[in-house]
């Protein structure tokens, strides 16, 4: 029971440094002018979208056996890459119908934030679906701490590592961001649903 802990924490954590995790969210803010507070905001909103995917595939493998991930994989490798391409298109049309954002404080998009919330919940983490089936053994109550546990550490994760990356980002100057911010965005996202698929 331990080693499986151990393992899916150690994996929560990693896996919440992955860039497709955390540097859409930073390109989406910084180009919408977002203060760190909603970017924080919408990276929690990102992560908690990616864990209740996750965890739901999780509980439908500790009951159900695993046949059931092979199945799902095909389904979820094509969803959310597709989705982070769509807005980096978006991004980069803008950028081409506009050519200069105006970069003062902006309400969130919650069209942009819905987008981002289902690439997060179409890309759940199937590697540590293996953990879920193996804890189904050790009862439902090891299958919650084991849920909990992945959540919190893969949210905190994305939470640190995205302040982390703001507090770098106030050094820089904004000048050419402001005038190629939808540039950088829509190849950013680009970027992320790409690797998605080639991973």
């Not at 056996?65 to 490798?77: D, Q």
């Not at 298109?89 to 902006?106: D, G, M």
């Not at 009862?139 to 919650?144: I, L």
């Not at 590592?161 to 190629?180: D, I, Q, S, Y």
Request: with cysteine; aromatic share 14%.
């Amino acid at each position: 029971m331990d080693t499986i802990l151990l393992g899916a924490l150690a994996l929560s954590l990693f896996h919440a440094l992955i860039p497709s995790h955390w540097l859409p969210v930073i390109a989406i803010g910084r180009q919408n002018a977002w203060t760190a507070q909603q970017t924080l905001w919408v990276t929690f909103l990102m992560g908690l979208f990616h864990v209740l995917s996750t965890v739901l595939i999780g509980l439908l493998l500790a009951f159900l056996g695993g046949w059931l991930s092979h199945r799902l994989e095909a389904f979820t490798r094509w969803i959310a890459p597709a989705l982070l391409v769509a807005l980096g298109v978006f991004y980069l049309y803008q950028h081409h119908r506009h050519h200069h954002f105006n970069l003062h404080a902006q309400q969130i998009r919650w069209g942009v934030v819905g987008t981002l919330a289902a690439a997060m919940f179409f890309s759940p983490c199937l590697e540590i679906e293996g953990y879920f089936l193996a804890a189904g053994q050790y009862g439902w109550a090891f299958v919650g701490l084991l849920a909990l546990s992945y959540a919190v550490i893969t949210i905190l994760g994305m939470l640190v590592w995205v302040w982390l990356a703001l507090c770098g980002l106030k050094r820089l100057n904004w000048h050419a961001w402001e005038h190629n911010a939808g540039l950088i965005t829509g190849l950013t996202l680009l970027a992320s649903g790409v690797a998605l698929l080639i991973s």
